[in-house]
């Protein structure tokens, strides 16, 4: 990701605030932000209650602190493409952080669907397999601890959505890792986030558009809990 991205005018203010806040919290000695997330969660939502947490985990990243979740505008999107699914649809989700998406995702889809997650850094485990069981999903939700590159090769069956919302450099080698293993059948969507102008995803999406292996359309958006330009990729693998 190349940092000129973030000195533009579009962008200037964003990454002020982004830097802001990561500053403060270096100096003040802030617990990672998944578990300050889940406190927030258990002390101010309603137990039980998916889209209740949803919207206490928005108002956190409003009033609070931002937050690089799927957030309320790209929501009604994820929904949309669930509606493509059968209600017993498995989804594979790349990124876990504090649990939101797979909320969203498992609440979403009913209690046949099932999400898996995989996540790398211990305190997004810890915070988001928090948030999954106070939103009472824990039945639909696996959230695994590891690389993702490691992680991948050791799931078994087929995924019909793929949700990439992790490190953007490894969308592409990630999702290669996938098709060797199998995990895609003719007609799995794959949606990968934040690929618009800020993340320099370039790679990724002429790998997509280009490989002769899916069906791919770009649907213009905002980065998180704010007016910065982005996208969101919908690639449908033929097979």
Not at 2 to 20: K, Y
Not at 62 to 78: A, C, H, S, W, Y
Not at 96 to 110: E, M
Request: aromatic share 10%; net charge negative.
């Amino acid at each position: 990701m190349q940092i000129w991205r973030f000195l533009m005018p579009s962008t200037i203010g964003f990454s002020f605030r982004m830097f802001r806040e990561t500053l403060f919290d270096r100096l003040t000695g802030a617990p990672p932000l998944p578990l300050r997330v889940r406190d927030f969660v258990a002390e101010h939502a309603r137990r039980g209650d998916p889209q209740d947490v949803l919207e206490i985990m928005d108002r956190f990243a409003t009033e609070i602190r931002f937050l690089m979740n799927i957030g309320p505008d790209k929501g009604p999107l994820v929904r949309e493409l669930l509606a493509r699914l059968p209600g017993n649809a498995r989804i594979l989700e790349l990124g876990a952080f504090c649990g939101y998406s797979s909320i969203l995702l498992a609440d979403t889809l009913g209690e046949e669907g099932r999400v898996v997650s995989v996540e790398l850094s211990g305190a997004a485990v810890e915070g988001s397999r928090a948030n999954v069981d106070f939103a009472g999903l824990s039945d639909r939700v696996e959230i695994h601890h590891g690389s993702s590159t490691n992680t991948i090769p050791n799931l078994e069956g087929s995924f019909d959505l793929v949700f990439l919302d992790h490190w953007k450099d490894l969308y592409k080698t990630d999702l290669e890792v996938i098709e060797a293993n199998g995990l895609l059948h003719p007609g799995s969507i794959v949606v990968a986030d934040n690929v618009g102008p800020l993340f320099g995803a370039t790679e990724y999406l002429d790998y997509v558009r280009n490989c002769g292996r899916y069906d791919s359309e770009n649907r213009v958006a905002t980065v998180e809990y704010s007016s910065v330009p982005d996208a969101v990729e919908i690639s449908v693998f033929r097979g």
